[in-house]
């Protein structure tokens, strides 16, 4: 049998594992909430370690990897404007996409003058670079506040601010990324203008999504209902990649209008369980495709560029300890650098527009910040919901229950 | 593969569906259109995307045309296909084999589900007379015919007499093969129940065995026949028996695996059949066992030695609305259209001389063996199409007797064309007529439950 036939076999069993962790026999909490463990057990299979994944059998996924993005990009967006049985907060979802548009462009800026003394890139790719790390940092995981709301039974205003800026800030690195798309030179539509290829990287997903939406409220059988959101889907994905857009903004643009749609909380239904079977593989491949082989001062950059990160999230936060995160000090700040997967897959979906050292850099920046995340986060964030008199003990009953099951995605969602 | 659908569907259903299957086309089309020379690495993934909502869409914009689904799953990769509109192209094709891979262990464990030995022992009288009589019937009156219209076939006109019957006992032996996915797909589409879908389901599957032995056979006499100098041997037949016993071993082990996890564990069935469909085929192929017969097998002793058979078919089930879509668009796809425009003529009388014989063997068998009328009647309409296993068979024709097997294989891909595009029509027809498909007519059923009040 053939090396791929294995690899694919790893993959489902790391899928599988995905389905049971939103499964009814999960444990709340159960695993880390970034999926780093999958990340750092990638890099140890992949080539600098074990090299049980080599490069070249890697990347044979990559299709596959690239979809994976995509589909993350969508289900974060069907469940983007509502949390199950309310609207997210306008107000603090405002905040949670002007933190991660001041992280984006804070990071973006940094790396951009930073460049010239420690990167070496030139032209498009210095601007590429800075972005691309501005985009993978301006994300909070909503799986690390919900990681720590429901392992330690948090409720109140502080606890759905978190939930509701970090799920808002996820809107940022798809927007980066498709103003990075457009920006980048050649293509397939190199006589379209900068807006013009922004417009048709969201018209296009927000069409395809219209389509889906129209399609799924007609009286399609239920098992057709799949066959129209993965051909939707992939074309979307497909045409994207083809005309050199971004993939992972035109398929939030689809999510987007799904999630508008008159039947967003069955497509959510739909779509959310699918999130952990397809993250955890893609993080596993992501993990592989680290390479620390980069020249000295791609490496300071990237460094750098992490600092710069945990710079402006400490600042934010303390300039949010006026208004709604009193009293929490740095903390607050520390608590939102969590990242996850979504990161992990905007430097993905990078690569496919900048290729070499550029997107190894990128991938490298989504990852170390990940694990930084990973430490400093939750504890950050439990120690700031501690200060706002938010935590309450869990029955360890509660500690059962699935924190993303389909049913609890129609009824009630509490946070994340 | 979807349901049988409801009939009336208003206009501005039809509008939607209609507006996005030309979007899906527009787009793609645009797309070829601007960048003709981009190599996109997501090319396959798109085509999975288009052949999936084309062939989706255009199944049910047919349906009031009272065609199968089939039909239009094929004729969206047919339409989209390297042959026409030229949206999806050959290496992509290729590149969606594994799919069929996919789609065949699921047609196949599908089938070894639906066969209960209950039902098989109401049938067994049926089903040996059927197959006995319709195998050596087809078989023998097919050769016969390839022999008398060599004149017009253009490869076999200047063939000697000898090589000439050894020609016409590998046609003969290829007009007997059948299409178990396009059963599969017309029953599970129509979900008929009653004699005629009990008998077709049962003939296929077992013919599918059959036909194996047949064509080993039929190789084994043809070899001396053909190649000068060559004797007979039945060296295939050492190696067939090994295959046969092999995959029925293999396929009871599996069996009863599967059927302990679904009753321990029963739950993530897609990803278990994705594993399977990959993972276990590459296995099975691996230590050279027939991977549709295994599990064919497998599915079989799931549903007569557990009580999970009915889980299992509706995972099966639930998979295949998208992997049988892409499926037949695949196959529509590959259809070679040129080839066919070639050998229209000669492929289109010998499909309709098969499906001749085909009926007068069914009816005579079916008198013999006492069958319903129903069976009588129309016991021949679901034997008629044929697909995969057929073209599997014309390459390894092509490829024991290089002479002659490769203008062979065009003629066995035209008249399988035929075959797949008329059969599935064809079998729809008989279950609507007998009203077997409309006992089982299910209520429109939404796609998704009906919006909860706003808050």
């Known amino acids: 049998m053939s090396d791929g036939i294995w690899l694919l076999l790893g993959l489902l069993l790391l899928a599988y594992l995905g389905s049971n962790l939103v499964g009814g026999r999960a ?25 049980v994944l080599g490069r070249s059998l890697a990347h044979t996924f990559e ?50 003058y930073l460049e010239p003394s420690f990167g070496g890139f030139q032209g498009f790719r210095r601007i590429a670079v800075a972005l691309g790390m501005g985009a993978c940092a301006s994300a909070t995981t909503r799986h690390s506040v919900r990681w720590v709301v429901e392992r330690h039974g948090a409720s109140g205003p502080l606890a759905d601010f978190a939930a509701d800026a970090a799920r808002a800030s996820s809107m940022v690195p798809p927007l980066a990324l498709t103003l990075l798309f457009a920006l980048a030179p050649g293509g397939a539509l190199p006589t379209i203008p900068i807006l013009g290829r922004i417009g048709i990287t969201l018209g296009l997903g927000a069409g395809l999504g219209l389509i889906a939406a129209l399609l799924l409220g007609r009286d399609f059988r239920r098992d057709e209902s799949w066959g129209v959101l993965l051909g939707t889907g992939l074309l979307t994905v497909g045409a994207a990649d083809r005309a050199g857009l971004s993939l992972l903004g035109a398929m939030f643009a689809m999510g987007l209008v799904l999630a508008a749609s008159r039947h967003r909380l069955e497509i959510k239904a739909m779509l959310t369980p699918t999130e952990k079977p397809v993250l955890l593989p893609v993080t596993l491949l992501a993990g592989a495709y680290v ?57 993905l979906a990078f690569s496919t527009r900048v290729p070499g050292v550029a997107s190894d850099a990128v991938l490298l920046f989504a990852v170390v910040s990940t694990v930084l995340g990973e430490w400093l986060s939750p504890a950050a964030l439990r120690r700031s919901l501690g200060r706002a008199g938010e935590l309450h003990a869990v029955a360890p009953e509660d500690m059962g229950r699935p924190s993303d099951a389909p049913e609890s995605l129609v009824s009630r969602e509490s946070h994340g | 593969m979807s349901g049988h659908g409801s009939a009336q569907k208003g206009l501005a259903t039809r509008a939607v569906q209609l507006l996005a299957l030309a979007t899906s086309f527009g787009v793609l089309f645009a797309l070829t259109k601007l960048t003709p020379e981009l190599e996109s690495r997501l090319g396959t993934m798109t085509a999975i995307g288009f052949l999936v909502l084309a062939g989706t869409l255009l199944s049910e914009l047919l349906e009031p045309l009272r065609l199968p689904h089939l039909s239009g799953y094929l004729l969206a990769g047919i339409i989209g296909g390297p042959y026409v509109l030229h949206l999806v192209d050959h290496a992509t094709v290729k590149e969606l084999s594994p799919v069929n891979t996919l789609a065949l262990a699921l047609i196949a464990l599908a089938g070894g589900v639906e066969l209960r030995v209950s039902t098989l022992r109401s049938v067994a009288k049926s089903l040996t007379y059927a197959s006995l009589i319709q195998t050596f019937g087809v078989l023998i009156s097919m050769a016969s015919v390839f022999l008398l219209l060599a004149r017009f076939i253009p490869f076999a006109k200047n063939l000697e007499l000898r090589p000439l019957l050894g020609v016409a006992l590998l046609w003969g032996a290829l007009s007997v093969t059948r299409s178990p996915s396009a059963c599969m797909g017309i029953l599970s589409q129509t979900r008929a129940k009653g004699p005629l879908a009990t008998f077709s389901l049962g003939f296929i599957m077992l013919s599918d065995m059959v036909v194996v032995v047949v064509l080993a056979t039929a190789i084994m006499f043809a070899r001396p026949l053909i190649t000068a100098g060559a004797a007979i041997s039945i060296d295939d037949f050492n190696v067939l028996g090994r295959e046969i016993l092999g995959s029925i ?80 668009a695949t196959a529509g796809a590959e259809l070679d259209v040129p080839l066919l425009k070639q050998a229209w003529a000669i492929a289109l009388l010998l499909c309709f001389l098969r499906s001749f ?99």
């Open chain 1, 27 to 51: 444990i709340r909490g159960f695993g880390l909430p970034s999926g780093s463990e999958y990340l750092v057990l990638g890099f140890a299979l992949g080539p600098h370690v074990l090299d």
């Open chain 2, 357 to 455: 014989f085909t009926l007068i063997f069914s009816r005579f068998s079916s008198r013999i063996a006492g069958d319903p009328p129903v069976v009588r009647k129309w016991g021949w309409s679901g034997l008629v199409s044929q697909a995969g296993l057929a073209l599997g068979l014309g390459i390894v024709v092509e490829g024991a007797f290089p002479g002659i097997g490769t203008p062979f294989r065009s003629l066995v891909i035209a008249a399988v064309a035929i075959n797949e595009m008329i059969g599935p029509v064809l079998f729809k027809l008989a279950l609507d007529r007998t009203r077997e498909s409309s006992s089982a007519e299910p209520v429109a059923r939404p796609s998704l439950p009906p919006p909860e009040p706003a808050h």
């Open chain 1, 63 to 112: 299709p596959v990897v690239l979809v994976g993005t995509g589909w993350l990009s969508l289900v974060v967006a069907v469940g983007y404007v509502r949390v199950a049985d309310r609207w997210i907060n306008p107000g603090r979802a405002a905040v949670g996409v002007l933190l991660g548009l001041l992280t984006c462009a804070a990071v973006t800026a940094a790396v951009y």
């Open chain 2, 249 to 328: 071993s293999m396929g009871t082990t599996l069996g009863l695996l599967l059927a302990i996890y679904l009753r321990l564990v029963g739950s993530q069935l897609v990803l278990v059949l994705l594993a399977l469909g990959f993972g276990v085929t590459a296995a099975l192929k691996y230590v050279q066992v027939d991977p549709l017969l295994t599990f064919m097998t497998a599915g079989f002793v799931v549903q007569n030695l557990s009580n999970q058979g009915e889980k299992l078919l509706q995972a099966v089930e639930q998979m295949g609305s998208v992997v049988f879509v892409l499926f037949f």
């Open chain 1, 291 to 347: 390479n620390l082989k980069l020249p000295t001062v791609v490496l300071t950059l990237v460094g750098l560029a992490v600092l710069v990160k945990l710079a402006v999230r400490v600042i934010l936060g303390m300039a949010l300890g006026a208004g709604p995160a009193r009293g929490t000090g740095a903390d607050f700040g520390l608590s939102m650098l969590a990242s996850g997967g979504f990161s992990i897959a905007a430097a």
